[in-house]
């Protein structure tokens, strides 16, 4: 039977003495987009924040492929091939375009290189030499996503992506990563946006109070008035 390449099992997070997480278990095919939906303080950032090894209490296991993560620091996460886009996107303000590029390339693991990434992000192109401060919150997207990419990673994580982008943004972000799954990189994301997630994803997971509460195809999502109204208040 085909493995998954991130399988997640049982995971629990802690904050100080708050319980987040409270046994979530998901899978990420390769080449296949998962999506974590929910309400806000539903856990899905801590989720992804947890996977990526940067809370400190948490236990379960979480696994690329063959290799356990849920032991290790989030440098070794990365290096393992999980590339990760904060809600802040943690873009440098004072740093270039093309110096927030450089800062965390292996270009020598992959296939994308500096040139790759201005062929494929055009606008960062013509920005090159502007500092991050000074880019639209689209373009400062863009660059999270470009500089995501340029660690040469298997699995790249979105926490948010389409937050307080305009519509044609978000159309253009939907456009990009599809041609990445094209491109065979698999995808978790957690989304808000319900029409944005639904279209992009091959399985979805619901989350409320820190659990998993519903899992399954877009399709049977919006056919789940239940689910929507319950746990989404779509």
Do not use: C
């Amino acid at each position: 039977m085909k493995e998954p390449l991130l399988f997640v099992k049982d995971l629990h997070a802690w904050y100080g003495d708050s319980h987040i997480l409270q046994g979530v278990s998901l899978s990420v095919w390769k080449g296949g987009a998962s999506v974590i939906l929910g309400r806000n303080g539903a856990g899905k950032t801590t989720a992804l924040k947890t996977i990526m090894g940067l809370v400190q209490r948490h236990s379960g296991l979480v696994r690329l492929e063959t290799l356990r993560l849920d032991e290790l620091p989030a440098y070794r996460v990365a290096r393992a091939g999980v590339a990760y886009v904060p809600e802040t996107r943690g873009v440098f303000p004072s740093l270039t375009v093309q110096e927030n590029l450089t800062v965390s390339a292996r270009t020598t693991q992959g296939d994308w290189s500096m040139e790759r990434v201005f062929d494929t992000f055009p606008r960062l192109a013509e920005r090159r030499g502007h500092k991050g401060k000074w880019l639209s919150g689209g373009e400062q997207q863009m660059l999270a996503i470009a500089r995501a990419l340029m660690t040469n990673g298997r699995l790249l994580m979105l926490d948010e992506p389409t937050e307080g982008l305009a519509p044609n943004i978000v159309e253009e972000l939907n456009n990009l990563l599809r041609d990445l799954l094209d491109d065979g990189l698999s995808l978790l994301l957690v989304e808000q946006n319900f029409e944005f997630a639904t279209n992009l994803s091959n399985e979805i997971y619901v989350l409320g109070k820190g659990r998993v509460q519903w899992s399954g195809s877009a399709s049977d999502l919006i056919e789940n008035g239940d689910v929507t109204r319950t746990w989404l208040g779509v």
